[in-house]
C-alpha cells in the first residue's frame, strides 16, 4: 500500500519568506498527488493536484508543487509567504481507491 | 449547496456510550469517507464507501461501524466508546474512484468528540 512522509512538522516564517514543503510517497506507478490546506478552525481545502501531464502544477494562492517521478517527491512552494498562509498542510496519495494523508506540516508565518 | 454536511459539531461522551456521527452530501457523489485527524498524526481513514451499497474498512477500522444509508448519507458509529477515540472526524466525499482526474475529496467541517 502506499504512505506518504511528510518530513517537516513545524515550520516558522517571516512573511515574504519562499516556502517548501516536502512530501515523498512510497512507491511508484501511476500516482494521483495533492496538498490539502487547514486553515485554523476549518475543514481540509484543496490546494492543487497531480495525476497526469505537466509535472509543475499549479494551485491556488500562488502556490506551486512539483513532481519528481526519480524522487518519489510532491514538494509544496509558495515563493512569498503571507500570514494569512499560517496554516497546517496535508500531502495525500491516491492508494486504490481511497486517499492516505501525510501527518501534516504546521506552518506559522509572523509578520 | 451545502456540500459535506455533518452533525454534530461537538459531542462528549463517557466510556461505554454509544453515538453515531452523521454525515450528509448533496452533490451527488459516489463515494464517502470518514477519517480521524490527531495531532502529530494527520489524518487517518476509519471507513469508506466507494460506493452506494458497499463500505470498506480503512486504516483504523476497530471500535468502529458504519452504514451507507443511502447515496447521500454515510454514518459513523461508536458503539461502546472509549477515550482513545476521542479525536476530530472529518466526513469527505468524491465524485467515484474509477473515472480518472475525479478524485478530489470534498470534506465536511469537522465534529470534536471528546469521550471522558
Known amino acids: 500500500a502506499q504512505s506518504v512522509s511528510q518530513h517537516n512538522h513545524h515550520v516558522i516564517l517571516s512573511e515574504a519568506a519562499s516556502l517548501e514543503l516536502g512530501c515523498n510517497y512510497s512507491?511508484?506507478?501511476?500516482?494521483?498527488l495533492f496538498w490539502y490546506v487547514q486553515y485554523p478552525g476549518q475543514h481540509l481545502q484543496l490546494l492543487l493536484k497531480y495525476f497526469s501531464g505537466d509535472p509543475l502544477v499549479k494551485g491556488i494562492k500562488g502556490f506551486e508543487a512539483e513532481f519528481i517521478k526519480s524522487k518519489f517527491s510532491f514538494n509544496l512552494r509558495k515563493p512569498s509567504v503571507q500570514w494569512s498562509d499560517t496554516a497546517e498542510y496535508f500531502c495525500?496519495?491516491?492508494?486504490?481507491?481511497?486517499?492516505?494523508f501525510g501527518t501534516g506540516t504546521r506552518l506559522q508565518v509572523f509578520p | 449547496n451545502a456540500g459535506v454536511t455533518q452533525t454534530p459539531k461537538f459531542q462528549v461522551l463517557k466510556t461505554g456510550q454509544s453515538m453515531t456521527l452523521q454525515c450528509a452530501q448533496d452533490m451527488n457523489h459516489n463515494s464517502m469517507y470518514w477519517y480521524r485527524q490527531d495531532p502529530g498524526m494527520g489524518l487517518r481513514l476509519i471507513y469508506y464507501s466507494a460506493s452506494e451499497g458497499t463500505t470498506d474498512k480503512g486504516e483504523v477500522p476497530n471500535g468502529y461501524n458504519v452504514s451507507r444509508l443511502n447515496k447521500r448519507e454515510f454514518s459513523l458509529r461508536l458503539e461502546s466508546a472509549a477515550p482513545s477515540q476521542t479525536s476530530v472526524y472529518f466526513c469527505?466525499?468524491?465524485?467515484?474512484?474509477?473515472?480518472?482526474?475525479?478524485?478530489?475529496?470534498?470534506f465536511g467541517a469537522g465534529s470534536r468528540l471528546t469521550v471522558l
Open positions: 469527505a466525499s468524491s465524485t467515484s474512484y474509477y473515472v480518472s482526474g475525479a478524485n478530489v475529496l470534498t
Open positions: 495525500a496519495v491516491k492508494d486504490t481507491d481511497k486517499l492516505i
Open positions: 512507491y511508484g506507478g501511476t500516482v494521483n
